[in-house]
Every structure is written in C-alpha cells, then in structure tokens.
C-alpha cells in the first residue's frame, strides 16, 4: 500500500507527506506517480508536535479547496447546468474471462443513451467515455502478468497502454460548450482498439 512520501524539510529532518495530503480530488493516488525522487514540491505545516518529534504536512494546502471555491460560486439552491460523463472501459469489445464486467460495460451504454433522452429537455447532456486498458491501481496486478501485458498492448495499434493522463483531454471537451450537441454518445478512447 502507497502511504505517500518520506520529505526532507531540512538536513536531519524528515517526515511523512500522506497520501491523503496530496490531492484535493483524486482519491487513492500513487506519490510515486506525482513525484519523483529528488523533486522540490510545495507543502504546509499543518502541526508540530515536539515531544513525539513529529511534523505533518500537506501538499494539497498549497492549493485552494475546489470544493470551498465551488460552495462559494454556487451556493446550496443554486441552479446549475452539468455535463454527465461516465468512463466506460470495455464497452465496446468482449474479453475472456470478464463476461460480467463487460456486460455492465455494455450496459453503461444503454443506460447513457437512455438517460441523454430523458434528461435532454432539462438541457442535461449525458456522454459516455469509452477508453482502452488504463494503467491504475485497480489494473496493476494484471499488467504484472508480462504475457498478459504483451497480449493487450498487442490489440491496441497506437502500441501503448492508456494512462489518466489520456482521459483528461476528453472529459474537459465533453464538460465545455465545445461539445454542446453532444449526447447520448460513447466517445472512443482507446488507441484504436476497436478498429481492428
């Protein structure tokens, strides 16, 4: 289990950033995938505690809460226009070994379509995220598999796994006015996957 990153606040002094003082948003992050060692990050003191000689920090107080700057923005009551966006791997092929799964992929589809039509009229748009296998905590211990690695970076022609990274462009395009005719739809983003 990641529980974040030892960091060096001065020679001698060391302390542990916790993985829950890394991110506002993201839930269950990796330090070792947003940093690296020898990086300089920002960070606040958040407690000092001489007698146990323990100093907390956190990095995500370097920013400001989203969720404070949204309250302030749209207060409780407020009306709002939102994007419903799903991520839906494995929607759009069939696996060995992962009937269930694809089915409930299968079945987001569905469901987006349906939704996008009843929710149409409120001016609601409802679009579904389609991508490739994504490197993350939940598909590590498959990719730890070299065969199975090899075998599914060799269905995608762009030759390469997915990363969060990919998924960002997409979701910002079907959360903006860029993509307001849009609904109902499963945007494919898997190196080609489906091509084939």
């Known amino acids: 289990m990641d529980f974040g990153a030892f960091c060096e606040l001065?020679?001698?002094l060391s302390t542990l950033l916790h993985s829950s003082e890394l991110s506002w948003?993201?839930?269950n992050i990796s330090a070792k995938k947003m940093f690296k060692?020898?990086?300089?990050?920002?960070?606040?003191i958040t407690e000092i505690d001489k007698e146990k000689r323990r100093v907390a920090i956190s990095h995500r107080l370097t920013t400001d809460n989203p969720f404070e700057t949204f309250e302030n923005t749209y207060p409780i009551?407020?009306?709002?226009?939102?994007?419903?966006?799903?991520?839906?791997e494995y929607s759009n092929v069939g696996g060995p070994n992962r009937t269930t799964?694809?089915?409930?992929?299968f079945a987001i589809e569905g469901f987006t379509k349906s939704l996008a039509i009843e929710l149409g009229p409120e001016g609601i748009r409802v679009n579904a995220v389609c991508p490739t296998f994504i490197q993350t905590p939940m598909t590590e211990p498959f990719l730890?598999?070299?065969d199975f690695k090899k075998a599914t970076i060799g269905m995608i022609p762009l030759g390469r796994l997915g990363e969060v990274t990919d998924l960002m462009g997409p979701f910002v395009f079907l959360a903006s006015?860029?993509?307001?005719?849009?609904?109902?739809?499963?945007?494919?983003?898997d190196g080609g996957w489906t091509a084939r």
């Open 25 to 27: 948003t993201k839930k």
């Open 77 to 88: 009551g407020s009306e709002v226009e939102g994007e419903v966006a799903s991520k839906n």
């Open 10 to 12: 001065e020679k001698g």
């Open 101 to 105: 799964y694809c089915s409930s992929k």
């Open 144 to 146: 730890k598999d070299e």
């Open 177 to 189: 006015e860029a993509s307001s005719l849009m609904t109902g739809s499963s945007m494919l983003v």
């Open 37 to 44: 060692v020898g990086d300089e990050i920002d960070c606040v």
